[in-house]
């Protein structure tokens, strides 16, 4: 079974870095690109960008290029969203997800809530 | 960026009704990178039709997709209670990939 399990409930102040988590399971994780996605409260879907695990190369969308950094630790089979400066409109769930013809798998989200 | 353009914005029907949701591009899509899913409260979205017209593993045969070009369309034959939810198109077609604003399916 696959599974993409994220990590938990983050409170952050604007200005702090934050690190969330992907851990996926029950696939060869090197043949699918990840993605991570963003829904921001009462609003509607958002890609952010994705990468390869095979060779870590990476696309982002030009709303979020800059200010997210997404990467993989393959000897544990997780992906990762990296913010090193928070701000409150950063506020959101945040998805990761894969597939070959679409988002066929889903982690359960992540929900960043950024305020002082 | 190719903008994705959901009509209506609230469907309000009943129950064994049938759902005709519309999603048009800015731009042509190609066919095999176009897709619909389906979220429900507190949940993350589900992928329904992939390549714009195949159904997804495990989703019943009452959703199907058309369209090519700029215009696609999800229809759902008969509503049932658990489809109340909001629907979203989306295109991989051209990097940024994006979805269109959503449609949301209500009980009349």
């Known amino acids: 079974e696959v599974q993409l399990v994220q990590s938990g409930a983050e409170v952050k102040k604007p200005g702090e870095s934050l690190t969330i988590s992907c851990q996926a399971s029950?696939?060869?994780?090197?043949?699918?690109?990840m993605s991570w996605l963003r829904q921001m409260p009462g609003k509607g879907l958002e890609w952010m960008g994705r990468?390869?695990?095979?060779?870590?190369?990476?696309d982002y969308s030009p709303s979020f290029q800059g200010h997210v950094t997404i990467s993989t630790d393959n000897s544990i089979t997780t992906a990762y969203l990296q913010w090193t400066s928070l701000k409150a409109s950063d506020t959101a769930i945040y998805y990761c997800?894969?597939?070959?013809?679409?988002?066929?798998?889903w982690g359960q989200g992540t929900l960043v809530t950024v305020s002082s | 960026e190719i903008v994705l353009t959901q009509s209506p914005g609230t469907l309000s029907l009943s129950p064994g009704e049938r759902a005709t949701l519309s999603c048009r591009a800015s731009?042509?899509?190609?066919?095999?990178?176009f897709t619909w899913y389906q979220q429900k409260p507190g949940q993350p979205p589900r992928l329904l039709i992939h390549?714009?017209?195949n159904r997804a593993t495990g989703i019943p045969d009452r959703f199907s997709g058309t369209g090519s070009g700029t215009d696609f369309t999800l229809t759902i034959s008969r509503l049932e209670p658990e489809d109340f939810a909001v629907y979203y198109c989306q295109q991989f077609s051209s990097s940024p990939w994006t979805f269109g604003q959503g449609t949301r399916v209500e009980i009349k």
């Open positions: 029950g696939y060869n994780f090197f043949t699918h690109w």
């Open positions: 997800a894969t597939g070959i013809t679409g988002w066929l798998y």
């Open positions: 990468i390869n695990p095979t060779d870590s190369s990476t």
């Open positions: 731009q042509s899509v190609i066919s095999s990178y």
């Open positions: 390549t714009t017209s």
